[in-house]
């Protein structure tokens, strides 16, 4: 199989690596590597981190490919919603698997891996970027997870709220508060939205 077949069965994949392209030649994993190699070098792909490659143009892409179970959540996620203009630093995944490599770069962005205990993976949906998907929190889910695990500046916050308040659902935010059952995160998200005239207190 020449190149260019090669590259459009491996455009099938967000993210490929060398089991892939074993299945794909019927070849031996070193052989699959070097193969790898040398499409690199060529520029035709694109290396994440090792062993793992893309076609892919945006991180956002391949960030919840990467680790498994795992959603975008925080500032960034915000951003994608339209509630910020202010550009983040990095994309914030939320995964409830251990990572020996929490931050990777890809290209001028950063994708960041926050493990948390697997109750808060909730509340996110498939969103298409590019020509895959992505996983992606809800926009409440988002507000939660920004106050809870000080994803994104207060101000940020407070001013996504108030940018967002016809999209934003008070009760999905109660809902998601009340499920997973937490006193501290109850407290933060009643503070913020108290202050803007919401009265969550009541929860």
Known sequence: MNAIKLLNQLKKYPVFGAEEVAEILNCPPRYANLVLTRLYHKKAIKKI??????????????????????????????????????????????????????????????IRYVTVNKKYLCGFFSEVSEQYTMNLASLEKTIVDCLYFDLAPLSVIIQAVKTGEEKISLDKIKRICLKLKNKQLLKRVGIVFDSLGYGVRTL
């Open 49 to 110: 981190d090792f062993g793992k490659y893309t076609v892919c143009n945006l991180a956002q892409t391949i960030a919840t490919h990467l680790v498994k179970p795992s959603y975008i959540t925080g500032w960034y996620a915000l951003k994608i919603y339209g509630l910020t203009e202010q550009l983040p630093q990095q994309i914030d995944v939320l995964t409830s698997q251990k990572r020996n490599k929490k931050t990777i770069s890809f290209g001028p962005e950063k």
